[in-house]
Protein backbone atom coordinates (compact mmCIF):
# COMPACT_ATOMS: atom_id res chain seq x y z
CA UNK A 1 0.00 0.00 0.00
CA UNK A 2 0.72 3.73 -0.62
CA UNK A 3 1.61 6.69 1.58
CA UNK A 4 -0.34 9.73 1.66
CA UNK A 5 -0.33 12.68 4.08
CA UNK A 6 -1.74 15.93 4.63
CA UNK A 7 -0.98 19.35 7.26
CA UNK A 8 -2.85 22.24 7.60
CA UNK A 9 -1.86 25.70 9.44
CA UNK A 10 -5.41 27.26 9.58
CA UNK A 11 -8.04 28.25 7.47
CA UNK A 12 -8.57 32.26 8.27
CA UNK A 13 -8.09 35.54 6.19
CA UNK A 14 -4.28 35.06 6.24
CA UNK A 15 -2.36 38.47 5.84
CA UNK A 16 -0.78 38.74 2.15
CA UNK A 17 2.58 39.12 4.38
CA UNK A 18 2.30 36.37 6.33
CA UNK A 19 0.93 33.82 3.58
CA UNK A 20 4.30 32.58 1.98
CA UNK A 21 5.50 31.97 5.49
CA UNK A 22 2.70 29.95 5.94
CA UNK A 23 2.81 27.95 3.00
CA UNK A 24 6.37 26.89 3.67
CA UNK A 25 5.59 26.05 7.30
CA UNK A 26 3.10 23.57 5.93
CA UNK A 27 5.49 22.17 3.40
CA UNK A 28 8.49 21.57 6.12
CA UNK A 29 6.04 19.95 8.33
CA UNK A 30 4.79 17.36 5.28
CA UNK A 31 8.15 16.58 4.56
CA UNK A 32 8.65 15.74 8.22
CA UNK A 33 6.00 13.85 8.39
CA UNK A 34 7.15 12.59 5.28
CA UNK A 35 10.13 11.35 6.46
CA UNK A 36 8.77 8.93 8.78
CA UNK A 37 6.47 7.52 6.34
CA UNK A 38 8.84 6.56 3.87
CA UNK A 39 11.08 5.10 6.55
CA UNK A 40 8.17 2.76 6.88
CA UNK A 41 7.35 4.45 10.41
CA UNK A 42 3.60 4.50 11.41
CA UNK A 43 0.95 7.38 10.34
CA UNK A 44 0.30 8.28 14.57
CA UNK A 45 4.44 9.00 14.12
CA UNK A 46 4.16 11.10 11.44
CA UNK A 47 1.21 13.01 12.70
CA UNK A 48 2.98 13.40 15.82
CA UNK A 49 6.22 14.47 14.09
CA UNK A 50 4.46 16.80 11.56
CA UNK A 51 2.42 18.97 14.07
CA UNK A 52 5.21 19.41 16.57
CA UNK A 53 7.29 20.69 13.59
CA UNK A 54 4.11 23.09 13.07
CA UNK A 55 4.09 24.05 16.87
CA UNK A 56 7.79 25.18 16.81
CA UNK A 57 7.90 26.68 13.69
CA UNK A 58 6.68 30.31 15.37
CA UNK A 59 4.34 31.27 12.20
CA UNK A 60 1.30 29.29 13.11
CA UNK A 61 -1.65 30.10 16.24
CA UNK A 62 -0.45 26.99 17.77
CA UNK A 63 2.74 26.58 20.25
CA UNK A 64 5.65 28.96 19.78
CA UNK A 65 3.34 30.97 17.31
CA UNK A 66 -0.04 31.18 20.05
CA UNK A 67 -2.29 34.07 20.20
CA UNK A 68 -2.39 35.16 23.76
CA UNK A 69 -4.99 34.68 26.29
CA UNK A 70 -6.44 38.14 28.18
CA UNK A 71 -3.92 37.60 30.70
CA UNK A 72 -1.47 37.61 27.76
CA UNK A 73 -0.29 33.66 28.40
CA UNK A 74 -0.23 31.15 26.31
CA UNK A 75 -2.60 27.97 26.72
CA UNK A 76 -2.28 25.38 24.59
CA UNK A 77 -4.47 22.67 23.56
CA UNK A 78 -3.85 19.31 21.42
CA UNK A 79 -5.04 16.02 20.60
CA UNK A 80 -4.19 12.74 18.51
CA UNK A 81 -6.01 9.75 17.31
CA UNK A 82 -4.85 6.45 15.99
CA UNK A 83 -6.94 4.56 13.15
CA UNK A 84 -6.12 1.27 14.28
CA UNK A 85 -7.64 0.71 17.58
CA UNK A 86 -9.31 3.89 18.18
CA UNK A 87 -6.72 5.44 21.09
CA UNK A 88 -7.04 8.47 21.58
CA UNK A 89 -4.71 11.61 23.69
CA UNK A 90 -5.61 14.90 24.51
CA UNK A 91 -4.58 18.15 26.61
CA UNK A 92 -6.22 21.30 27.36
CA UNK A 93 -5.08 24.18 28.73
CA UNK A 94 -1.36 23.53 29.39
CA UNK A 95 1.03 26.21 29.60
CA UNK A 96 4.53 25.92 29.49
CA UNK A 97 4.93 22.63 26.76
CA UNK A 98 6.17 23.81 23.59
CA UNK A 99 4.72 20.60 21.60
CA UNK A 100 1.46 20.01 23.25
CA UNK A 101 0.58 17.28 20.52
CA UNK A 102 4.17 15.26 22.22
CA UNK A 103 2.14 15.83 25.64
CA UNK A 104 -0.71 14.93 23.92
CA UNK A 105 0.56 11.42 22.28
CA UNK A 106 2.04 10.24 25.68
CA UNK A 107 -1.28 10.72 27.05
CA UNK A 108 -2.67 8.35 24.18
CA UNK A 109 -0.15 6.29 25.18
CA UNK A 110 -1.54 5.91 29.12
CA UNK A 111 -4.34 4.80 30.53
CA UNK A 112 -5.84 8.37 30.68
CA UNK A 113 -7.37 10.07 27.32
CA UNK A 114 -7.68 13.69 28.59
CA UNK A 115 -5.60 15.62 30.76
CA UNK A 116 -6.06 19.47 31.61
CA UNK A 117 -4.44 22.60 32.93
CA UNK A 118 -1.64 22.36 35.72
CA UNK A 119 -2.55 18.16 36.11
CA UNK A 120 -1.26 17.73 32.29
CA UNK A 121 1.95 20.19 33.39
CA UNK A 122 2.76 17.79 35.90
CA UNK A 123 2.18 14.59 33.50
CA UNK A 124 4.54 16.18 31.29
CA UNK A 125 7.35 16.68 33.98
CA UNK A 126 6.64 13.26 35.02
CA UNK A 127 7.05 12.14 31.38
CA UNK A 128 10.37 13.77 30.78
CA UNK A 129 8.34 15.95 28.07
CA UNK A 130 9.96 19.38 27.27
CA UNK A 131 8.59 21.99 29.81
CA UNK A 132 9.78 26.24 29.68
CA UNK A 133 8.68 28.92 31.50
CA UNK A 134 5.46 29.80 29.90
CA UNK A 135 7.13 33.25 28.85
CA UNK A 136 9.31 31.79 26.45
CA UNK A 137 6.11 30.65 24.48
CA UNK A 138 5.00 34.35 23.91
CA UNK A 139 5.98 35.62 20.89
CA UNK A 140 6.65 39.03 19.79
CA UNK A 141 4.47 38.98 16.73
CA UNK A 142 1.41 38.11 19.28
CA UNK A 143 2.39 40.23 22.27
CA UNK A 144 2.06 43.33 20.38
CA UNK A 145 -1.45 42.02 18.91
CA UNK A 146 -2.29 41.37 22.17
CA UNK A 147 -1.32 44.92 23.14
CA UNK A 148 -2.72 47.16 20.15
CA UNK A 149 -5.67 45.03 21.25
CA UNK A 150 -5.91 45.94 25.19
CA UNK A 151 -5.77 42.23 25.34
CA UNK A 152 -9.14 41.62 24.49
CA UNK A 153 -10.64 39.36 22.21
CA UNK A 154 -10.77 40.73 18.66
CA UNK A 155 -13.60 42.97 18.00
CA UNK A 156 -16.52 41.21 15.51
CA UNK A 157 -15.43 41.30 12.42
CA UNK A 158 -11.79 40.85 12.94
CA UNK A 159 -12.86 38.18 14.76
CA UNK A 160 -15.42 36.48 12.16
CA UNK A 161 -12.49 36.09 10.01
CA UNK A 162 -9.38 35.45 12.17
CA UNK A 163 -9.86 32.82 14.13
CA UNK A 164 -7.64 30.19 12.01
CA UNK A 165 -6.64 28.96 15.48
CA UNK A 166 -5.22 25.56 14.60
CA UNK A 167 -2.67 23.35 12.95
CA UNK A 168 -3.36 19.55 12.24
CA UNK A 169 -2.09 16.44 9.98
CA UNK A 170 -3.37 13.26 8.63
CA UNK A 171 -1.73 10.84 7.28
CA UNK A 172 -1.68 7.17 6.06
CA UNK A 173 1.17 4.92 6.22
CA UNK A 174 2.16 1.41 4.31
CA UNK A 175 0.20 -0.82 6.24
CA UNK A 176 -2.92 1.20 5.41
CA UNK A 177 -3.18 2.78 8.85
CA UNK A 178 -4.80 6.14 9.52
CA UNK A 179 -4.00 8.49 11.89
CA UNK A 180 -4.74 12.72 12.88
CA UNK A 181 -3.53 15.23 15.12
CA UNK A 182 -4.39 19.18 16.09
CA UNK A 183 -2.96 21.62 18.44
CA UNK A 184 -4.14 25.23 19.27
CA UNK A 185 -3.20 28.08 21.05
CA UNK A 186 -6.63 29.56 20.69
CA UNK A 187 -8.51 32.78 19.80
CA UNK A 188 -6.22 35.71 20.53
CA UNK A 189 -7.73 37.74 23.99
CA UNK A 190 -9.55 34.19 25.07
CA UNK A 191 -10.85 33.83 28.68
CA UNK A 192 -8.22 31.85 30.69
CA UNK A 193 -9.12 28.30 30.10
CA UNK A 194 -11.04 28.68 26.91
CA UNK A 195 -11.30 25.37 24.56
CA UNK A 196 -12.14 24.96 21.78
CA UNK A 197 -12.73 21.87 18.86
CA UNK A 198 -9.19 21.30 18.63
CA UNK A 199 -8.61 18.57 21.19
CA UNK A 200 -12.31 17.09 21.05
CA UNK A 201 -12.48 13.93 19.99
CA UNK A 202 -14.70 13.67 16.86
CA UNK A 203 -14.93 17.56 16.66
CA UNK A 204 -11.07 18.71 16.53
CA UNK A 205 -10.10 15.00 14.82
CA UNK A 206 -10.45 11.75 14.17
CA UNK A 207 -9.36 8.82 13.15
CA UNK A 208 -10.60 5.42 11.98
CA UNK A 209 -9.30 2.68 9.37
CA UNK A 210 -12.80 2.06 8.63
CA UNK A 211 -13.53 5.57 7.62
CA UNK A 212 -10.77 8.32 7.53
CA UNK A 213 -8.69 10.32 9.29
CA UNK A 214 -9.99 14.00 9.71
CA UNK A 215 -8.05 17.30 11.02
CA UNK A 216 -10.44 20.01 10.66
CA UNK A 217 -9.75 24.38 12.00
CA UNK A 218 -12.23 27.19 12.56
CA UNK A 219 -14.43 28.10 14.99
CA UNK A 220 -14.65 25.87 17.47
CA UNK A 221 -17.81 27.28 19.32
CA UNK A 222 -19.59 26.47 16.12
CA UNK A 223 -17.62 23.19 15.48
CA UNK A 224 -17.78 21.36 18.49
CA UNK A 225 -21.75 20.92 17.93
CA UNK A 226 -21.84 19.50 14.73
CA UNK A 227 -19.16 16.87 15.78
CA UNK A 228 -17.31 18.19 12.55
CA UNK A 229 -14.42 15.66 12.22
CA UNK A 230 -16.20 12.76 12.49
CA UNK A 231 -19.19 13.82 10.33
CA UNK A 232 -16.26 14.24 7.48
CA UNK A 233 -15.27 10.93 7.97
CA UNK A 234 -18.44 9.08 8.28
CA UNK A 235 -18.45 10.50 4.73
CA UNK A 236 -15.84 8.93 3.45
CA UNK A 237 -17.10 5.88 5.19
CA UNK A 238 -20.42 6.08 2.86
CA UNK A 239 -17.98 5.68 0.10
CA UNK A 240 -17.40 9.20 -1.14
CA UNK A 241 -13.61 9.75 -2.09
CA UNK A 242 -11.83 12.11 0.23
CA UNK A 243 -11.93 15.58 -1.83
CA UNK A 244 -15.76 15.21 -2.01
CA UNK A 245 -16.28 14.40 0.96
CA UNK A 246 -14.82 17.44 2.27
CA UNK A 247 -16.93 19.26 -0.04
CA UNK A 248 -19.50 17.66 1.43
CA UNK A 249 -18.54 18.37 4.90
CA UNK A 250 -18.36 21.98 4.44
CA UNK A 251 -22.19 22.14 3.70
CA UNK A 252 -22.63 20.87 7.50
CA UNK A 253 -21.76 24.51 8.24
CA UNK A 254 -24.83 25.99 7.58
CA UNK A 255 -26.47 24.59 10.26
CA UNK A 256 -24.28 27.16 12.72
CA UNK A 257 -22.45 29.64 10.67
CA UNK A 258 -19.38 28.12 11.30
CA UNK A 259 -16.04 29.22 8.94
CA UNK A 260 -13.17 27.13 8.81
CA UNK A 261 -11.41 24.06 6.95
CA UNK A 262 -10.58 20.59 6.68
CA UNK A 263 -8.43 17.65 5.66
CA UNK A 264 -8.96 14.39 4.98
CA UNK A 265 -6.90 11.20 4.14
CA UNK A 266 -8.56 7.64 3.72
CA UNK A 267 -6.77 4.55 4.24
CA UNK A 268 -5.90 4.24 0.10
CA UNK A 269 -4.06 7.57 0.89
CA UNK A 270 -6.26 9.87 -0.83
CA UNK A 271 -6.54 13.01 0.09
CA UNK A 272 -9.33 15.95 0.90
CA UNK A 273 -8.97 19.75 1.35
CA UNK A 274 -11.62 22.15 1.65
CA UNK A 275 -11.95 25.54 3.67
CA UNK A 276 -14.66 28.23 3.52
CA UNK A 277 -12.67 31.14 4.53
CA UNK A 278 -10.56 33.69 2.20
CA UNK A 279 -7.81 31.17 2.74
CA UNK A 280 -6.13 27.72 4.05
CA UNK A 281 -2.55 27.60 4.70
CA UNK A 282 -1.76 23.43 4.12
CA UNK A 283 0.35 20.95 1.98
CA UNK A 284 -0.38 17.71 0.35
CA UNK A 285 0.99 14.68 -0.94
CA UNK A 286 -1.53 12.15 -1.58
CA UNK A 287 -0.94 8.51 -2.53
CA UNK A 288 0.75 8.02 -6.23
CA UNK A 289 1.03 11.76 -6.61
CA UNK A 290 4.33 12.97 -8.00
CA UNK A 291 5.07 16.56 -5.69
CA UNK A 292 3.66 18.13 -3.02
CA UNK A 293 0.76 20.88 -3.40
CA UNK A 294 0.70 23.34 -1.32
CA UNK A 295 -0.96 26.68 -0.32
CA UNK A 296 -1.99 29.30 0.38
CA UNK A 297 -0.90 30.67 -3.21
Known amino acids: MGIGMAVHGGAFAIPQAEREEHRLGCRRALERGLEVL ?9 VEAAVAALERDGAFA ?8 VDGNVELDAGIMDGRDLRT ?11 AIVLA ?31 ELVHERERNRWLSAGGAVQDSQRNALMFGDTVGA ?31 IGSGLYADNATAAVSTTGHGELLIPLVWAKAAADIVGSGTPPQQAADAALALLARTGA ?35 DGPA
Open 170 to 200: VAVDSSGNVAAATATGGIPGKPEGRVGDSPF
Open 62 to 69: AGRGSGLN
Open 259 to 293: RGGLIIADAAGQIGVAWNTPQMAFAVLACGADDIS
Open 105 to 135: RTVLESEYAVLVGNGAKRFAVEHGIETCDPQ
Open 89 to 99: GSVAGVMGVPT
Open 38 to 46: TRGGASLDA
